[in-house]
């Protein structure tokens, strides 16, 4: 199952039942949208929110953007519902809440597999992205990262962490450096991506930068927004500086030269710099090429 090349940076959130919300955000700029059954859906509005949605990956949608259905959870009793009413062959991928365990991620798999075979597209392209957003799926996030190949990211979402894990909500998030670094180094171990969780108050850009700088630092690739107006600055701090790809350049030019030389250490800027150095600077470069729009 090779890995589909997706950069996401920012990943939106719509609500399912809102059509003409859906029809904005498509052209909004985000990498990819996340429409959204569960909890941006009232529950008498779920049945209209999934025709919505069907008819919407039914509809116009540009090519290059990523689309993500969130459904409701392995536990609620929706699930296959949602999966049958609103699972349509453009979409990428399902975006799965309440992750608790590795089981959740068995279970899904299961049905993607018989969605695909429902639609007619390939076995196994249907991603997924596993939410974390409980103190039972920070501790299980390890086994759940791994569990499949189908899981293209691990997605932390703080709100709902905190509200189960009894913690206060606060701008800073000091609350959550244990729990976000977690859910990042189990994606990583993995080889997956990891996405950290929504800034919630839209109109606080500086408290939005400051959020996703932290991410970037506790080694997240993207981020969840709410609202268009999150997209341009979170993209913003996960495009490298230019001194930062300068640099990483540097060193990855000396470290080829000396190890075509036999040499597995050199010497940039002053700095020692090995093996782990120099892939921290490939990964660098990818990511400065593939954000380069």
Same mark, same amino acid.
């Given at each position: 199952?090779?890995?589909?090349?997706?950069?996401?940076?920012?990943?939106?959130?719509?609500?399912?039942?809102?059509?003409?919300?859906?029809?904005?955000?498509?052209?909004?700029?985000?990498?990819?949208?996340?429409?959204? /059954?569960?909890? @941006?859906?009232?529950? *008498?509005?779920?049945?209209?929110? &999934?025709?919505?949605?069907?008819?919407?990956?039914?509809?116009?949608?540009?090519?290059?953007?990523?689309?993500?259905?969130?459904?409701?959870?392995? +536990?609620?009793?929706?699930?296959?519902?949602?999966?049958?009413?609103?699972?349509?062959?453009?979409?990428?991928?399902? %975006?799965?809440?309440? %992750?608790?365990?590795?089981?959740?991620?068995? +279970?899904?798999?299961?049905? /993607?597999? *018989?969605?695909?075979?429902?639609?007619?597209?390939?076995?196994?392209?249907?991603?997924?992205?596993?939410?974390?957003?409980? +103190?039972?799926?920070?501790?299980?996030?390890?086994?759940?990262?791994?569990?499949?190949?189908?899981?293209? @990211?691990?997605?932390? =979402? *703080?709100?709902?962490?905190?509200?189960?894990? =009894?913690?206060?909500?606060?701008?800073? @998030?000091?609350?959550?450096?244990?729990?976000?670094?977690?859910?990042? /180094?189990?994606?990583?171990?993995?080889?997956?991506?990891?996405?950290?969780?929504?800034?919630?108050?839209? &109109?606080?850009?500086?408290?939005?930068?400051?959020?996703?700088?932290?991410?970037?630092?506790?080694?997240?690739?993207?981020?969840?927004?709410?609202?268009?107006?999150?997209?341009?600055?979170?993209?913003?701090?996960?495009?490298?500086?230019?001194?930062?790809?300068?640099?990483?350049?540097?060193?990855?030019? +000396?470290?080829?030269? =000396?190890?075509?030389?036999?040499?597995?250490?050199?010497?940039?800027? @002053?700095?020692?710099?090995?093996?782990?150095?120099?892939?921290?600077?490939?990964?660098?470069?990818?990511?400065?090429?593939?954000? *380069?729009?």
């Amino acid at each position: 199952m090779a890995d589909p090349p997706w950069v996401l940076r920012s990943l939106l959130f719509v609500p399912g039942h809102r059509r003409e919300m859906i029809a904005k955000a498509a052209q909004a700029g985000a990498d990819a949208i996340i429409l959204d /059954l569960e909890d @941006g859906v009232a529950p *008498a509005e779920k049945p209209a929110a &999934r025709r919505t949605v069907a008819a919407a990956l039914d509809g116009p949608l540009p090519d290059h953007l990523v689309v993500f259905v969130r459904v409701n959870s392995t +536990a609620s009793g929706l699930l296959d519902e949602d999966l049958r009413e609103a699972s349509r062959p453009r979409m990428d991928g399902v %975006c799965l809440p309440k %992750c608790d365990t590795s089981a959740d991620v068995q +279970a899904l798999s299961a049905r /993607l597999l *018989a969605t695909e075979d429902r639609l007619g597209v390939p076995r196994g392209r249907l991603r997924m992205l596993a939410l974390v957003e409980t +103190a039972l799926g920070v501790l299980h996030a390890p086994a759940i990262a791994r569990e499949s190949p189908r899981v293209w @990211g691990a997605v932390f =979402g *703080a709100e709902d962490f905190t509200a189960d894990a =009894g913690l206060p909500r606060t701008r800073e @998030g000091r609350e959550l450096a244990a729990a976000r670094t977690a859910v990042s /180094l189990a994606a990583h171990a993995a080889g997956i991506e990891a996405i950290d969780g929504i800034f919630a108050d839209f &109109r606080d850009e500086e408290g939005l930068v400051a959020d996703t700088a932290e991410a970037r630092r506790l080694g997240y690739t993207g981020k969840t927004v709410i609202h268009p107006a999150q997209i341009a600055p979170v993209h913003r701090v996960f495009a490298p500086e230019p001194d930062e790809v300068a640099k990483a350049r540097r060193i990855v030019d +000396a470290f080829e030269q =000396g190890e075509a030389a036999g040499s597995g250490i050199v010497v940039v800027d @002053g700095a020692m710099v090995d093996r782990p150095v120099a892939v921290r600077a490939q990964r660098v470069l990818a990511r400065a090429e593939r954000t *380069a729009t």
